[in-house]
């Protein structure tokens, strides 16, 4: 695939995930807001689309060896990675980070009090993610890959929501929210850069919400850009 202005970021991201690495490095969103073009991602972020669009290229133009080619594989396939990679991780993380937040706030708050801040964010956060993982693995995610058991001959699965549409707009809005929370956190963190005063915990904290971080962009990213648009393909008929 070549980059070009009019290609959009979650097509360009879907055919080679090395490319997320650039988007992020000029500040532009390509999991919830994949739907956009180079040229428009660049102007609402103030980015040099020729420089943008040289990085890309250069990547794109380098052999992958070892990266998933994640839209090669089924739906089933991407639930499963899913399920046993992102939320697993979303899982493991908010125990400690919950724990670490409110003890950075509690002990440095009143030094900077966008640790108090931070640390109600990232209750929310952990909230939502709970309960928005729930919702895919006992409703959502059932449903997709009993769609795609039809496609191969299996019984038509019945929604219990109308349409695969509705439960999708939910999910990404959720994303929309999750992923606006987290991107003020990092803006109150300074990209996660520790103040000259952080203690050991202080630093940790940062470098937990930046993984996390991290890894959410990649998993709204299968779900957005790949899975969803898979699961509409497989309700209407259409090859995914």
């Given at each position: 695939m070549t980059a070009m202005p009019e290609s959009t970021i979650r097509d360009i991201v879907a055919s080679d995930y090395r490319t997320a690495?650039?988007?992020?490095?000029?500040?532009?969103?390509?999991?919830?807001?994949?739907?956009?073009?180079v040229a428009?991602?660049?102007?609402?972020?103030?980015?040099?689309?020729?420089?943008?669009?040289?990085?890309?290229?250069?990547?794109?133009?380098t052999?992958?060896?070892?990266?998933?080619?994640?839209?090669?594989?089924?739906?089933q396939t991407l639930i499963a990675y899913i399920v046993d990679n992102h939320h697993r991780f979303v899982r493991e993380s908010i125990p400690p980070l919950l724990r670490h937040t409110a003890k950075v706030a509690t002990v440095h708050g009143g030094r900077h009090p966008e640790l108090v801040h931070i640390a109600t964010l990232f209750s929310r956060v952990a909230d939502e993610m709970i309960e928005h993982m729930m919702k895919?693995?006992?409703?959502?995610?059932?449903?997709?890959?009993a769609?795609?058991?039809?496609?191969?001959?299996g019984p038509r699965p019945q929604p219990p929501f109308g349409t695969v549409a509705n439960p999708i707009r939910m999910m990404e809005a959720e994303h929309r929210f999750v992923g606006d929370a987290?991107?003020?956190?990092?803006?109150?963190?300074g990209n996660y850069t520790p103040p000259a005063d952080a203690c050991a915990t202080y630093r940790v904290s940062f470098q937990e919400l930046d993984a996390f971080e991290r890894d959410?962009?990649?998993?709204?990213?299968?779900?957005?850009?790949?899975?969803?648009?898979?699961?509409?393909?497989?309700?209407?008929?259409?090859?995914?």
């Open positions: 690495a650039v988007f992020q490095r000029h500040g532009l969103d390509f999991c919830c807001n994949g739907g956009r073009t428009q991602g660049c102007r609402d972020a103030g980015a040099d689309a020729a420089v943008l669009l040289r990085e890309l290229d250069a990547v794109l133009e052999p992958a060896a070892g990266v998933p080619r994640y839209a090669t594989w089924n739906a895919e693995e006992q409703v959502l995610f059932p449903f997709i890959a769609l795609e058991t039809s496609a191969a001959g987290m991107a003020e956190i990092r803006h109150l963190t959410l962009h990649e998993h709204v990213h299968l779900e957005n850009n790949l899975l969803f648009p898979k699961a509409s393909a497989l309700e209407a008929g259409r090859s995914s």
